[in-house]
């Protein structure tokens, strides 16, 4: 079974800042920029990022931000929900080609479509997909309040959960709704085999399994905690035990690793492949990160119209997290 041993933090020895990443935080100081930067990009990113978090927490950074120029290391759909908070400033994204899975397993033309067969429904969608679903949802969730928001909504209410089916499904067992579930997934996640993960287990005696609920049922049914990345950090701290195996995209454990920096983190791997990763986030290398903020390119440029109606879901989230 393979699995990556990541010791606990503070008997790593500290490492200097690069070349690059001196330059970088030179750059962002001389553009008046912020750089915001996802839980799954690499650790040379997350270390000179002005703020390090899942979607919501980069939401509502991105909404209070101050600055003329936001840098989003992520994928394009995190960026584009900083653009359409901030309208007026400048995104830029270190490779527009950094996409996700469920954003291109839910077309808006289809989700239009779906749509008709249930006039009366209410659409939540998962924070992962494009600015054209967003415009035709109710309200927009993250893996970090899709339970809260579910939970909100009127038992009576008919709902339809797009595009990832798993968090759906997770999100009708923990609440016992039945949403209907749009048919999309997250290719990282769904690599992960439940047999592999109880082998994994077994092998380390007493840490529990922390995975993702984009992972499929047979998964999650392996694991100790589901919980978003935002909650793991929370989990992960407050478990009693020294080792925690972590089934979600292996950046995640740079930051459990550093804000938990006595504990060893596991991360489950999914077989014949070296470690989990989420080939988009890859996308985001420190040299990018570099030359867009060189260059002020690629920038997220969305139409008004379409950000207009994209912004009223994303602030009923807002509102209703807690
Ligand atoms: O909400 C996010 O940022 C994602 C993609 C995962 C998570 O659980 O934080």
Avoid at 1 to 22: D, G, H, T, W
Avoid at 224 to 236: N, P
Avoid at 269 to 275: E, F, K
């Amino acid at each position: 079974m393979q699995a990556i041993v990541f010791p606990p933090y503070k008997n790593c020895a500290p490492r200097p800042l690069s070349e690059i990443q001196k330059r970088i935080l030179e750059l962002k100081r001389k553009r008046k920029a912020v750089i915001l930067a996802h839980n799954y990009v690499c650790e040379d990113i997350q270390l000179i990022a002005d703020y390090v978090g899942d979607s919501l927490g980069l939401s509502r950074e991105a909404k209070n931000a101050s600055a003329e120029v936001i840098a989003f290391a992520g994928v394009d759909f995190m960026a584009e929900t900083a653009k359409i908070l901030n309208p007026e400033k400048t995104l830029v994204l270190p490779d527009r080609g950094a996409g996700c899975t469920l954003e291109e397993l839910c077309h808006p033309s289809e989700l239009a479509v779906f749509k008709r067969d249930y006039p009366d429904a209410l659409v939540i969608s998962y924070i992962n997909c494009s600015a054209a679903v967003k415009a035709q949802s109710d309200i927009i969730c993250t893996s970090g309040n899709a339970l809260d928001i579910v939970r909100q909504i009127p038992q009576d209410k008919r709902i339809i959960f797009c595009p990832d089916k798993h968090l759906g499904s997770w999100i009708n067992e923990q609440t016992g709704r039945n949403m209907i579930l749009w048919n999309g997934y997250c290719w990282a996640h769904t690599q992960y085999k439940a047999d592999e993960l109880l082998r994994l287990k077994e092998a380390f005696p007493g840490a529990p399994l922390v995975c993702h609920p984009e992972c499929p049922r047979e998964v999650r049914s392996t694991a100790e905690c589901v919980c978003s990345t935002e909650k793991m950090i929370s989990f992960c701290r407050d478990f009693p035990g020294d080792k925690i195996i972590i089934a979600t995209v292996v950046e995640m454990i740079h930051r459990l690793q550093r804000e938990i920096p006595d504990k060893t983190f596991i991360a489950a791997t999914a077989s014949g492949r070296l470690s989990q990763h989420c080939k988009n986030m890859r996308m985001n290398t420190p040299e990018k990160l570099l030359a867009c903020l060189e260059k002020l390119e690629p920038r997220i440029e969305l139409d008004s119209a379409q950000m207009d109606a994209a912004r009223a879901p994303i602030e009923r989230m807002l509102e209703m997290s807690r």
